[in-house]
């Protein structure tokens, strides 16, 4: 039995690493998935088979146990996924990380409570080491396991509150946070030592729980701290950690697909976050330590000269169809407003009529990597015509309008030129070489990372005030109605 | 100080260096104005407009700063007070010994075709504003003069194709030209030996031609300089073979300092279409065509050549108040009226300083200036001023440290020791089970890592969710811990397995909408989509 279920493990290994590359393709994106559902399929029937062939119908309330968690799991996740809007994908993605840390912390426990690693799945070699370091080594496999799980839950669920709106994007930067942060990474470490002493499971039991309630503490204030322009890189770590979860878990049960998958994910949400952070020219500590990504630095940038251009939107359509080459730059603005679907309307209407029009991305644009990609492909714009910031820079000299929908920072000239400002040095989309950049935004406040934005300013750049859907809805009957016109 | 605007004198001379508007702009900066009586007539400014403005209306030869457009006659040097500074076009090379009389009466001397050609200066640049109504108008004298229309016609009474008109020399009189014929239905060619143009020469919508040959064309400061005669052969070919369908042609060739180019010689100009109309505005510096007469319409064979030399003159309310507003802007930069100064070591104001208090100034060792010169002249149609000038074209973002290679390089090392040496230890002390368990998790992670970079960034939501999704496979973790009874163990287990259910049931499904949605140029997909969470 052994060697078999060795083999399926290997197998659903091996389809998941296909399953991450085929991701990596949009052609292949779909086969990915289905390579990914094969392997967990393969995986969990393989563990029930082999758990049912373990205790043959020993186990009526283990059965239904089982059973019960799938099915209602399965119906839970199903039934969420199926209800939420592409706009609350940010939170989904969140929320899902907490329940793997739950998991973890839970299986972690479990594990401590009845180590039942033996009874079924691998059975490791007969150790060859003094049994007490493999105690000890069991034990802070357990130890690392319940504590990132915990980090991740409590992380995540902050995450998902601050994307949610219910928490606010700004970071709590409590005044000694670094020591906090130390104190309780310290006690973490040292409540190891009684519960590694422990004599008995009941004796271990209650550092173990103790412990647990400090990681959650921990992930909950390390989220906290971080501004809300910065949670897509939060959420990219806690994919990372939700897989460090896993893998932690799979050394405490001695699953060697649990170490797998988990590692494959781990690296692959770290890689995520690196992606994000260069994007933004910052390193990962200075995300997670920095307590930036808010109005903290605000005071360093004076208020930058010159008056703002309103223009209203029969004016901005006439612009539009004078044209021939337009980039569209979506931000978080359209999201909130759910404009996606007008902009793709409006995006219709103008190529029918000739015009150029493309978009163009930022690597952290919205508040999840590739949310911008993800509403516009709800909306069904043509995926060729979506572009990253490196392919579509260079064009802007030679676009005749630029439409900024509902983004800020990221169009930022003085993350060029500015050295004063908070994000000087990161990459930004050089929209004001363009004939002309319209705005849209609600008011004049400043992006996410509370910078005052030196573009609204320069003389080609026109604003166009209100709400983000109704003002792309005006546009989009403006170019519809001169058309028949 | 004192601003004097006289009246021109050179014969044809419209406009006027200073409107209303400008004199209210001088006053702001402390100064006085003296405008001479019937000075702004010919633009339709009357003096009881500059008056009403603030300006006084008399003698203006005694003011501290002498301000106009053409360069001083003879016996206009003589008239203003020594010491005085000069603003106007001077182009010395056109008439020797004008400098020097100047300097001789001590008059400081702001040549305004000097003003570098730099983003900064845009706003003061003359040469700028003027050859771009200059090239506007070229086009409107071409239709005043060609006997057709200019937009294509399909008529009871017969068809028309478009008027062709090909425009040689992309600058920014032969782009306003472009965009003006353009816009009045015309088909429109353009050639430059400038390979930059081409980019803007089809950003207006107009065809460009090149030559088999290569050979750059790019002078400093966005002129062109002078071709090898090789290059000139090949031109000469193009334009003799273009003649034959040409019904229109500008010429705006010039290369600073030197005489205009002749592009098309006698035999050219023989190959046009009888009615065909040459507008040459590179008259006034020889011409670039053999047979032009400056400041004359000449006919040959049926070919009508356009020597004008007033095409910006021709529009003088326009031109005087570009005009007068760039003056504006370079007496601006001088200082107001109690700090006024002329600042020797300015980039842009000591280039165009010939003289200064009885010493004739040499040019400024010449900064190189950047490539794109050409590309910050706006565009004809919305002349930019900017109030908040964007950054230069070549502001790199500038990448920190974490991006360098090397240090990429030795983290990557450091890492890989670490990890090394971390597994050495546990060979040594950990139990065997552990250290296969550490193979397979380190050996995962190179793989996720090899497998991960080569995401593309649209996908970073679906591989998130899918990775979540994956990461679910913790399910197994609390499958193993169900055990017979129903203990605290087992009810851990299955609650495990219960979350770790959601994630994999909900982050698949995710991945699986979102990829439905990724389909290229389908615009059926988004109500199938959209509607399909709403059930």
Redesign the interface.
């Known amino acids: 039995m052994s060697g078999f279920l060795t083999v399926a493990y290997l197998l659903a290994g091996v389809l998941f690493i296909r399953s991450l590359g085929g991701l990596s393709k949009q052609e292949t994106a779909g086969l990915g998935n289905t390579y990914g559902i094969a392997g967990m399929a393969l995986a969990i029937g393989v563990a029930a088979a082999s758990w049912i062939f373990t205790y043959r119908m020993t186990a009526p309330i283990g059965l239904g146990l089982l059973m019960a968690a799938i099915l209602i799991g399965a119906t839970v996740g199903a039934t969420m996924a199926r209800k939420v809007e592409m706009t609350g994908m940010p939170e989904l993605v969140a929320i899902l990380h907490s329940f793997v840390g739950l998991a973890a912390v839970f299986v972690g426990i479990s594990s401590y409570r009845a180590s039942r690693a033996e009874t079924l799945g691998q059975k490791g070699a007969e150790p060859l080491v003094d049994p007490i370091i493999v105690e000890i080594v069991h034990r802070s496999e357990i130890w690392v396991g319940v504590a990132v799980g915990a980090i991740t839950l409590t992380g995540s669920i902050i995450a998902w509150a601050k994307l949610k709106g219910t928490l606010s994007g700004k970071p709590l930067l409590l005044p000694a946070r670094h020591a906090l942060n130390a104190v309780i990474v310290l006690s973490i470490a040292g409540l190891a030592v009684p519960f590694m002493q422990a004599q008995g499971v009941d004796e271990g039991f209650p550092w173990l729980i103790i412990m647990t309630g400090l990681a959650g503490i921990l992930g909950a204030h390390l989220v906290l701290a971080i501004g809300g322009a910065d949670m897509p890189v939060v959420v990219s770590l806690l994919n990372s950690y939700s897989g460090w979860a896993a893998a932690a878990a799979g050394f405490t049960l001695s699953n060697d697909l649990l170490i797998v998958t988990g590692a494959l994910v781990g690296s692959s949400g770290t890689i995520l976050s690196i992606i994000m952070c260069r994007a933004m020219n910052r390193s990962i500590l200075n995300v997670v330590f920095g307590g930036f990504g808010t109005a903290e630095n605000k005071t360093s940038t004076a208020a930058p000269a010159g008056e703002v251009h309103e223009m209203k939107a029969p004016d901005v359509a006439r612009k539009l169809l004078e044209a021939k080459r337009v980039v569209i730059v979506p931000g978080y603005g359209m999201a909130v407003a759910r404009a996606q679907q007008s902009v793709a309307e409006m995006t219709r209407n103008l190529r029918d009529r000739g015009i150029e029009v493309r978009f163009a991305i930022h690597p952290v644009a919205g508040r999840l990597p590739g949310h911008m990609n993800v509403l516009l492909a709800e909306a069904g714009v043509p995926y060729d015509i979506v572009l990253e910031m490196e392919h579509i820079n260079a064009d802007f000299p030679r676009t005749d309008v630029v439409l900024v929908i509902g983004a800020n920072d990221i169009v930022n000239p003085g993350a060029l030129d500015d050295p004063s400002s908070p994000i000087y040095g990161m990459p930004v989309l050089e929209v004001w070489k363009s004939a002309m950049v319209v705005v849209l935004k609600r008011g004049m406040s400043a992006g996410y990372a509370g910078v005052e934005n030196p573009l609204f300013h320069i003389e080609n750049t026109r604003m166009l005030f209100g709400d983000a859907k109704k003002s792309i809805d005006a546009l989009v009957a403006e170019t519809r109605g001169s058309a028949a016109a | 100080m004192q601003i004097g605007v006289p009246k021109e004198t050179r014969p044809g001379e419209r406009r006027v260096a200073a409107t209303p508007d400008t004199v209210k702009t001088y006053l702001g900066l402390g100064h006085t104005v003296v405008v001479e009586a019937g000075a702004g007539e010919a633009s339709g400014i009357a003096d009881p407009a500059y008056a009403a403005a603030g300006a006084t209306i008399g003698d203006p030869w005694g003011a501290d700063v002498i301000i106009k457009i053409k360069p001083p006659t003879a016996a206009e040097i003589e008239k203003p007070k020594p010491g005085a500074l000069w603003v106007s076009l001077i182009q010395g090379e056109r008439e020797p010994g004008l400098l020097e009389a100047m300097n001789a009466k001590k008059l400081s001397v702001l040549a305004l075709e000097r003003v570098p050609r730099v983003t900064r200066a845009q706003k003061m640049d003359v040469l700028s504003s003027m050859a771009n109504l200059s090239g506007y108008r070229a086009v409107i004298e071409a239709a005043e003069h060609y006997q057709g229309l200019f937009g294509p016609a399909i008529t009871a009474a017969g068809a028309l194709p478009p008027a062709r008109v090909l425009v040689i020399g992309a600058g920014v009189a032969g782009l306003a030209a472009l965009a003006a014929a353009r816009a009045l239905g015309a088909e429109v060619r353009a050639f430059d030996t400038r390979a930059a143009a081409r980019?803007q020469v089809e950003?207006l919508?107009a065809k460009f031609l090149h030559l088999a040959m290569e050979e750059a064309g790019e002078g400093t400061g966005g002129y062109a300089k002078v071709m090898s005669s090789s290059f000139i052969a090949a031109e000469m070919a193009l334009f003799r073979e273009q003649a034959k369908d040409i019904d229109i042609v500008i010429t705006t060739a010039l290369v600073p300092g030197a005489k205009a180019p002749t592009l098309l010689p006698r035999d050219v100009v023989e190959c046009f279409k009888p009615g065909s109309v040459i507008v040459d505005m590179a008259a006034e510096q020889g011409g670039n065509c053999e047979l032009t007469v400056p400041g004359e319409r000449i006919v040959h064979n049926g070919i009508v050549i356009l020597g004008f030399t007033d095409l910006a003159s021709r529009m003088a309310t326009t031109a005087s108040r570009f005009f007068s507003t760039n003056v504006a802007n370079l007496i601006a930069e001088l200082g107001k009226a109690d700090t006024f100064k002329i600042p020797l070591d300015d980039d842009v104001v000591r280039p165009a300083l010939l003289a200064h208090s009885g010493d004739l100034l040499p040019a400024p060792p010449p900064k190189a200036p950047p490539k794109a010169a050409i590309?910050v002249v706006p565009?004809p149609a919305?002349p930019?001023?900017?109030?908040?000038?964007?950054?230069?074209?070549d502001?790199?973002?500038?990448?920190?440290n974490?991006?360098k290679p090397t240090r990429r390089a030795w983290g990557t090392t450091v890492g890989s020791m670490v990890v090394i040496v971390l597994l050495f230890v546990l060979g040594r002390?950990?139990?065997?089970?552990?250290l296969?368990?550490s193979t397979?998790?380190?050996l995962?992670?190179?793989?996720?890592?090899q497998?991960?970079?080569?995401?593309?960034?649209?996908?970073?939501?679906?591989?998130?969710?899918?990775?979540?999704?994956?990461?679910?496979?913790?399910?197994?973790?609390?499958?193993?811990?169900?055990?017979?009874?129903?203990?605290?163990?087992?009810?851990?287990?299955?609650?495990?397995?219960?979350?770790?259910?959601?994630?994999?049931?909900?982050?698949?499904?995710?991945?699986?909408?979102?990829?439905?949605?990724?389909?290229?140029?389908?615009?059926?997909?988004?109500?199938k989509?959209?509607g399909?969470?709403h059930r």
Do not use: Y
């Open positions: 980019e950003s919508g590309a565009p919305a930019a001023r900017k109030s908040v000038l964007p950054p230069p074209a502001a790199k973002s500038a990448q920190a974490i991006m002390f950990a139990p065997p089970d552990f296969r368990h397979v998790f380190v995962a992670c190179f793989v996720g890592w497998v991960i970079w080569s995401v593309s960034p649209a996908l970073h939501t679906p591989l998130m969710s899918v990775t979540n999704a994956i990461s679910g496979i913790i399910i197994i973790g609390g499958m193993l811990q169900v055990g017979t009874d129903l203990d605290l163990a087992s009810i851990l287990g299955a609650l495990a397995v219960l979350f770790a259910a959601i994630n994999v049931a909900g982050g698949f499904l995710v991945t699986h909408r979102m990829l439905k949605m990724f389909a290229r140029g389908a615009p059926s997909t988004p109500a989509a959209s399909g969470h």
